[in-house]
């Protein structure tokens, strides 16, 4: 890496957590420069403004999510395990995620909807990263005869979605792993009633 590019990175490295936390608008231009050490000309030498700083941020930390959840998926072998392993990472990594500000997707998602359409279009991106690679394993699980034949997708991998998010939401705002902990359940009871032969 280029001193710029390392320059870049420690920018987005530094300021990543901070608009998970505190959001884009609460998130100022003092909040940066105090977390990196770094002057405002040099932040908007290396961004063009806010905006690029945000959405570097961002994608930084879905990034970040995605790596690991994928590296606990890895470490099975069956579709099955593999479905469950991407449901256990929330429950066994809630204290990092809680502490970290809560899911970078549902908080980029609830600020970008209406007024940072800028951020648009990478949230939508990683949902549908985050889809796809449920309903590969849904897929995965359908081949090797594991899982019923005739299941929607689509419908599951959205359906899980769903109640993950809503689960972090409710956990979050109400400070108690718990609710969380009964969306991860109810997921699992789908997948083992309606999904697994």
Not at 159 to 181: C, P, T
């Amino acid at each position: 890496m280029s001193k710029a590019e390392k320059t870049r990175q420690f920018i987005i490295e530094k300021t990543a957590p901070i608009f998970n936390k505190k959001g884009y608008s609460g998130t100022s231009l003092s909040d940066i420069t105090e977390a990196t050490g770094l002057t405002k000309g040099s932040i908007y030498g290396n961004f063009g403004n806010k905006d690029d700083v945000a959405l570097a941020a961002y994608e930084y930390n879905s990034t970040s999510l995605n790596k690991r959840i994928k590296i606990s998926i890895s470490e099975k072998s069956t579709a099955h395990e593999k479905l469950i392993a991407f449901i256990e990472f929330y429950r066994d990594n809630w204290t990092s995620i809680f502490e970290s500000g809560g899911c970078p997707l549902l908080n980029t998602a609830t600020e970008a909807d209406d007024h940072l359409l800028f951020l648009k279009t990478s949230v939508q991106k990683s949902f549908k990263n985050w889809s796809d690679t449920i309903i590969q394993i849904l897929n995965e699980g359908k081949n090797s005869n594991e899982f019923k034949k005739a299941i929607d997708t689509s419908y599951y991998a959205h359906s899980f979605i769903m109640l993950i998010e809503g689960g972090i939401l409710l956990a979050k705002i109400s400070n108690n792993q718990q609710l969380l902990f009964i969306a991860l359940d109810r997921v699992i009871k789908i997948i083992n009633d309606e999904i697994v032969k």
